[in-house]
T-cell receptor, first 113, second 113 residues
């Protein structure tokens, strides 16, 4: 019940296209959903996060869509660029888990020029 | 500059030796975390601490030990009991209680032969 399932494992997109990464969860107590971006050999960096009181949050080319009834959330990268090539992780936490995050398995995104 | 530092970036050890990985933060965060990342895989929580002199086991604590004597520091010891210690180790920190955005260090790549 604590798992977060992420798909796809890998994604190849052409420059200028839209990259979409999906995550699904079972635990309805999750109330915080961040996305992280990780470049090879580096630590993950917080990209964008959402709470379940909103259905969408946009920051520049990055948008989180949240569907509470389906228990799913997704990351959309508009106008994908080669510099977006990285591994993306979704995560979730609950108030009762305190600060502990449950991470998805990650998606390796490649944006071809 | 506020942030998380991990040292060293690369560490090599012989099998049977204990090794301690350093993590320091100057973000004034109460909570700190240690994750392990294996090639092509997600982040697995080893230990976390939400307050000085207290810490909890994560999902894969066996063969690891930690201490939290200072708010700024959360060293991780990889003991000889850890069966497969070669991995990329990531330290993170966050506020506690909330918001729970975790900020990651640059990581330490440990190789044990």
């Amino acid at each position: 019940q604590q798992q977060v399932k992420q798909s796809p494992q890998s994604l190849i997109v052409q420059k200028g296209g839209i990259s979409i990464i999906n995550c699904a969860y079972e635990n309805t107590a999750f109330d915080y959903f961040p996305w992280y971006q990780q470049f090879p050999g580096k630590g993950p960096a917080l990209l964008i996060a959402i709470r379940p009181d909103v259905s969408e949050k946009k920051e520049g080319r990055f948008t989180i869509s949240f569907n509470k009834s389906a228990k799913q959330f997704s990351l959309h990268i508009m106008d994908s660029q080669p510099g977006d090539s990285a591994t993306y992780f979704c995560a979730a936490s609950t108030q009762t888990s305190g600060s502990r995050l449950t991470f998805g398995e990650g998606t390796q995104l490649t944006v071809n020029p | 500059d506020g942030g998380i530092t991990q040292s060293p970036k690369y560490l090599f050890r012989k099998e049977g030796q204990n090794v301690t990985l350093s993590c320091e933060q100057n973000l004034n965060h109460d909570a700190m975390y240690w994750y392990r990342q294996d090639p092509g895989q997600g982040l697995r929580l080893i230990y976390y601490s939400q307050i000085v002199n207290d810490f909890q086991k994560g999902d894969i604590a066996e063969g690891y030990s930690v201490s939290r004597e200072k708010k700024e520091s959360f060293p991780l010891t990889v003991t000889s009991a850890q069966k497969n210690p070669t991995a990329f180790y990531l330290c993170a920190s966050s506020s506690f209680p909330g918001p729970y955005e975790q900020y990651f260090g640059p990581g330490t790549r440990l190789t044990v032969t």
